[in-house]
């Protein structure tokens, strides 16, 4: 992780060299980073990229093929457990990277379970593993697609303590 960090400012120079010899605008660097500085026993070497914008990825916290319970697989808070969204800015802020260069990506897709019983059918509820194509994922196009054509059969629901929308059918 250091030599990531010193490959980012070997960038950045580059950056400043070249918007300064060639009186053209300064290229912005960025980075997809994981939702926490804590990707290993190192981590993130926040001080050496922190003028850098850094794009932090808010989801696959948990899948079907992961986990035998479901779950928001990119939940804004979750209380019992560190594997959430604001967990994960705030661990960036705290380790020194400013709010204004942190970029928040948005999922666009979502996983499907398999319950074990379709009456406990909440966030934490036990399941089989995936419920499509093997892996449980499904585009945002797909999950619309799916509402639209199975209508009042299926449920959209909101959970508040996870800030999430879910569906069941």
Same mark, same amino acid.
């Given at each position: 992780?250091?030599?990531?960090? @010193?490959?980012?400012?070997? !960038?950045?120079?580059? #950056?400043?060299? &070249?918007?300064? /010899? /060639?009186?053209?605008?300064? $290229? +912005?660097?960025?980075?997809?980073?994981?939702?926490?500085? %804590? +990707?290993?026993?190192?981590?993130?070497?926040?001080?050496?990229?922190?003028?850098? !914008?850094?794009?932090? +990825? /808010? /989801?696959?916290?948990?899948?079907? $093929?992961?986990?035998? $319970?479901?779950?928001?697989?990119?939940? *804004?808070?979750?209380?019992?457990?560190? $594997?959430?969204?604001?967990?994960? #800015?705030?661990? !960036? #802020? +705290?380790?020194? *990277?400013?709010?204004?260069? *942190?970029?928040?990506? *948005?999922?666009?897709?979502?996983?499907?379970?398999?319950?074990?019983?379709?009456?406990?059918?909440? #966030?934490?509820?036990?399941?089989?593993?995936?419920? @499509?194509?093997?892996?449980?994922?499904?585009?945002?196009? &797909?999950?619309?697609?799916?509402?639209?054509?199975?209508?009042?059969? @299926?449920?959209? %629901?909101?959970?508040?303590?996870?800030?999430?929308?879910?569906?069941?059918?």
């Amino acid at each position: 992780m250091f030599n990531m960090g @010193v490959l980012f400012q070997e !960038w950045r120079a580059a #950056i400043d060299l &070249e918007a300064r /010899s /060639s009186n053209n605008s300064q $290229l +912005i660097l960025t980075a997809k980073v994981r939702y926490s500085t %804590l +990707i290993s026993l190192q981590g993130y070497p926040v001080q050496m990229i922190k003028q850098n !914008w850094v794009h932090v +990825i /808010s /989801s696959n916290y948990t899948q079907p $093929l992961s986990s035998n $319970l479901t779950s928001a697989h990119a939940a *804004l808070y979750d209380p019992s457990s560190y $594997l959430n969204t604001d967990y994960g #800015i705030r661990d !960036w #802020i +705290i380790g020194g *990277l400013s709010a204004n260069k *942190l970029v928040l990506s *948005l999922p666009f897709y979502g996983f499907a379970w398999t319950l074990e019983n379709p009456i406990n059918n909440g #966030i934490g509820a036990p399941a089989k593993g995936p419920a @499509v194509d093997g892996t449980g994922f499904l585009t945002h196009k &797909e999950i619309k697609n799916y509402t639209k054509r199975n209508g009042p059969d @299926v449920h959209v %629901l909101y959970n508040s303590t996870n800030v999430v929308n879910y569906w069941t059918k």
